[in-house]
């Protein structure tokens, strides 16, 4: 198989931090060399893609801000498409709210005024915050996360993500959100299929995370590619219901599909 476009996730698979994964960058040249356009995909919300040039030009990796998509972009597109003329209570990083806010986005911190609450990771989240929005969805206005992220792989060990922000409300709420953006989900495979606009047979995802990457990848109708260079072990491979194609310590092994 001849393939035309690759969507790579970021954390664990070519960075963590803001290290380049061994062997990573030598992939992704050979993806390049290979004819092979790729696009950067990560259900990191805090940060918009111009940011991640500085960031992975650093790593290694030679990417323009058109090349990249973010959780945060899924989401703006999202509120933007469903919520424009809505004021947004937000439990989110400042990135996030920035973006928002360049999108023409409006927010609120009237938990009464609110038209939906927006969930996301913040390093700041505590007891107020759940009370805060325990009220809001009290009134049964819309509830939506970035992304479902549980866990993001960091330099020394892996931390909480948007997920456990968005569990700990649903939990209070007992509530699911109504929508969970990010990778997997439609709004996601609608920005991808936008930008590598090929057949789905033509096109690998690569990802360290089954629920996320190779979830997109399997939905789309897209080859996936699982490295083990991030949150994924064996243990989890065999114990979920998600199988991807190819299996790879790491994005430098990425000729055994290729090549």
Request: charge should be negative; include cysteine.
């Amino acid at each position: 198989m001849e393939f035309s476009g690759a969507v790579l996730d970021v954390d664990g698979t070519v960075v963590r931090g803001d290290d380049p994964i061994p062997g990573a960058p030598a992939g992704y040249r050979r993806l390049r060399e290979t004819g092979i356009e790729t696009l950067f995909v990560s259900n990191n919300p805090t940060k918009a893609p111009p940011a991640y040039v500085d960031r992975l030009g650093a790593a290694g990796y030679d990417v323009d801000a058109e090349r990249v998509f973010t959780a945060g972009s899924v989401t703006t597109r999202y509120l933007r498409e469903h919520h424009a003329n809505d004021d947004l209570l937000c439990i989110a990083d400042p990135g996030l709210l920035a973006q928002f806010a360049d999108a023409g986005l409006s927010t609120t911190d009237d938990v009464d005024a609110a038209d939906a609450l927006v969930a996301s990771i913040d390093r700041e989240f505590d007891y107020e915050d759940l009370c805060t929005a325990l009220w809001a969805l009290e009134r049964e206005i819309p509830f939506i996360g970035t992304d479902p992220d549980v866990v993001i792989p960091a330099p020394e060990r892996d931390v909480p993500g948007s997920g456990a922000v968005i569990n700990a409300i649903a939990g209070v709420a007992e509530r699911d959100p109504d929508a969970v953006l990010g990778k997997p989900s439609d709004t996601a495979i609608e920005m991808v299929r936008e930008r590598l606009p090929y057949p789905p047979e033509e096109c690998l995802v690569v990802g360290d995370r089954l629920d996320t990457d190779i979830a997109l990848g399997e939905r789309a109708g897209m080859t996936t590619v699982l490295v083990r260079s991030g949150v994924t072990d064996d243990d989890d491979l065999a114990a979920s219901e998600l199988s991807p194609d190819h299996v790879l310590d790491h994005l430098g092994d990425i000729d055994r599909v290729v090549g």
